[in-house]
């Protein structure tokens, strides 16, 4: 079994990675933007809520012989740290699907391109906006990933991204085994 965590800002391909890859694996997809949207604003510390609800749903899933695909920013070490203790209590594998889009102008335009959707307010939907939060200490923690680790330029055509993802996996079930 494995859990893929994908990590990455938002806009970067994630949500569009993760789907994809649920199709075409068959493994079931945990969006923490699909929980987030449902909850209140006004509950103290939202944002861990809903990663706290994607793990709890994604190690059921586990415990129950599948593997699974959380989609997250993964942004904190704290988040990296619920995703290796969840596999390790599920007996699952852990592998870290990191998105980034080095084109800026494409970045820019997917960011900007959510104005239209009318999601929630915590979505990020302009990109000048989003430039500023980029700024916040907070929002660069780096910390370090001991787990197999990809980082898939999303800029690429999307085939191109799952045919690399799909190679990627491939060699990691076979060390695996």
Request: with cysteine.
């Amino acid at each position: 079994m494995l859990l893929i965590a994908l990590k990455g800002f938002s806009g970067c391909g994630k949500s569009t990675i993760s789907r994809a890859l649920s199709q075409k694996l068959g493994w079931p997809l945990i969006d923490k933007d699909d929980i987030r949207d449902l909850l209140d604003d006004t509950i103290p510390l939202v944002g861990g809520l809903a990663y706290e609800v994607m793990f709890n749903v994604a190690r059921r899933q586990l415990q129950q012989g599948l593997s699974v695909i959380c989609d997250s920013p993964l942004t904190g070490s704290i988040s990296y740290e619920r995703a290796q203790a969840i596999s390790r209590e599920a007996h699952a594998s852990l592998a870290i699907l990191e998105c980034v889009c080095s084109d800026s102008s494409n970045w820019e335009q997917r960011i900007n391109a959510r104005k239209t959707l009318q999601l929630p307010v915590h979505h990020q939907t302009d990109w000048h906006s989003f430039q500023h939060f980029l700024q916040q200490p907070a929002t660069q923690e780096s910390y370090t990933i001991t787990h197999p680790h990809l980082i898939i330029d999303t800029s690429q055509p999307l085939d191109v991204c799952l045919t690399e993802i799909m190679a990627w996996l491939e060699r990691l079930v076979h060390y695996s085994a």
